[in-house]
């Protein structure tokens, strides 16, 4: 039986249940059970859906400002339902806002970070260069996973060929070669977990050069 803060659909009744069943939950639980609800209905991808995910979200900020645990998560989704929407300025916009709440609030870290961090590179914004490079090199030492290590370290070496820095490109662009080919992650107990399973032809073109 799917619990009732995971629907995949928004019909009158799976509305009516839903807000029926929040009301009685704990009022700490609330934004989460919200939150999960929204998430499941980004996952649909449907646009009616991503309205209502978007109206979930809005009303955790309105109703629960206080929220910390979960705002970080919320901006973060709404970058993602805004990003499906093509509308890449505003992802950018949520994305940010995220990656700043988690500089006040980091006991929750969330991909934002990354997600940004790519947008801003494939779409070459070159006006936030500087403040990618050095979100990157703060995050490098949190790194676990050979996925994440593949796209922080391509996107580095991208953005210091960018600035003629060729030979720390160079570098950056061989651990991202290295972190691709990874056949595990290094973790005792989840060997195969975050390694990477497509490389990214953007990246890689890049690469190629150095």
Do not use: C
Not at 51 to 65: G, H, M, Q, T
Not at 120 to 134: D, G, T
């Amino acid at each position: 039986m799917i619990d009732w803060y995971r629907k995949k659909s928004w019909t009158k009744e799976d509305e009516e249940h839903f807000f029926a069943k929040l009301s009685r939950a704990r009022k700490d639980g609330r934004a989460q059970y919200l939150k999960i609800q929204a998430i499941e209905l980004v996952e649909t991808k449907e646009p009616k859906l991503l309205n209502v995910a978007k109206e979930l979200l809005e009303k955790i900020l309105d109703e629960y400002p206080n929220d910390n645990f979960n705002k970080s998560s919320v901006y973060n989704t709404l970058g993602d339902i805004f990003l499906l929407e093509n509308t890449t300025e505003k992802a950018i916009e949520y994305y940010k806002k995220s990656i700043d709440f988690e500089k006040v609030y980091p006991n929750v870290k969330t991909d934002s970070y990354l997600i940004y961090s790519e947008l801003i590179i494939k779409n070459q914004l070159s006006h936030e260069y500087l403040s990618v490079e050095k979100l990157l090199e703060e995050t490098i030492s949190d790194l676990l996973f050979p996925i994440d290590k593949y796209k922080v370290f391509s996107i580095l070496a991208i953005l210091n060929y960018y600035n003629s820095k060729k030979e720390i490109a160079k570098e950056y662009a061989e651990l991202a070669n290295e972190n691709a080919q990874a056949e595990t992650s290094g973790l005792r107990y989840h060997k195969y977990l975050g390694i990477v399973s497509q490389r990214d032809k953007f990246f890689d073109d890049y690469i190629a050069k150095l």
